[in-house]
């Protein structure tokens, strides 16, 4: 809850009452003030404070009555917002070349595994109205997440993500296939599907092709990545004297990833850096830009009743005391 006043112009108006009160005490009264009628040994007495006691009490109630023309107020925001509808599936290949340490972050040497951690990360929390999901992929294909807006979530599975948790091979056709498969029953306006591998197919009985041509049936654009610089790239390999590092040839199978992009209307970009890799994904963001509508719904809860009611309650202390106990002589 937040508090706001409705026209704090109005407060202006306690400046009056300042000098109002200010007026009331420097002018010499015109009347002679007692307690009760036969007590007026006690005049100079009751004259004292207790004679400024309907001052007082006026004073604060034209303080309620300003604050209450200002409207103080308690509310909230709530927000509804209407997404274009765009559905995004990463595929992304855990496969054993990811390990390959030709990428870098930070100026030191990281594997592409973590530099692509590390990008897809950046893009799922631009994309914050859209719907999300994540296969992965080497020997085997499988759904690490189905689509959804728990960003969160989808952060804590991109960091577990581990080589080889699909196996050492790469089979690209089964996963453009696991996720047309999770994006084919749902209705949105756009549907995406990003795959990104450092190799060529090696597993599965499903081409790429063919798994591209059924992904363009269902109305999924895709969009394919290939990493990889064009030098051998430094493995880290695990022998009886402890981990050596060997280079060995990049096998990125570019024709197939263009034809792939080529069938599923979208693009085919090459990476062969951190930075490069990042701006790949910052123009598919770019491209595939969500179209959002937020309409927001303000909850007020007036407050100025609590101030009127204080106000008419001195009101009254004030009237009453002016007739009995605080009367003045004409």
Known sequence: MMFRLAYPALLALLCLVAGWVAWQVKRRPATVTYSMTAQLSRLARGSGLAGRIPLMARTLCLILLVLALARPQLFNVSREIQSSGVDIMLCLDTSGSMRALDFSLDGKPVSRSAAVKKVVRDFIQKRENDRIGLVVFGTEAFTQSPLTLDKGLLMELIKRMKNGMAGEKTAIGSAIAVGAKRLRDLKAKTKLLILLTDGRQTA???????????????????????????????????????????????????????????????????????????????????????????????????????????????????????????RTIP
């Open 204 to 326: 599965g009985e499903l081409t790429p092709e063919a798994a591209a041509e059924a992904a363009k049936a269902l109305g999924i654009k895709i969009y394919t990545i290939g990493i990889g610089g064009t030098e051998p790239a430094p493995f880290p390999i695990q022998t009886a004297f402890g981990t050596q590092i060997i280079r060995q040839p990049v096998d990125l199978d570019e024709a197939t990833l263009t034809r792939v992009a080529a069938i599923g209307q979208g693009k085919y970009f090459r990476a062969a850096d951190t930075q490069q890799l990042q701006e790949i994904y910052d123009i598919i963001d770019r491209q595939e830009k969500t179209t959002v509508k937020v309409k927001e719904f303000f909850h007020f809860k007036e407050l100025y009743p609590y101030l009127l009611v204080p106000a008419f309650i001195l009101l009254m202390a004030e009237i009453v005391m002016r007739a009995t106990i605080l």
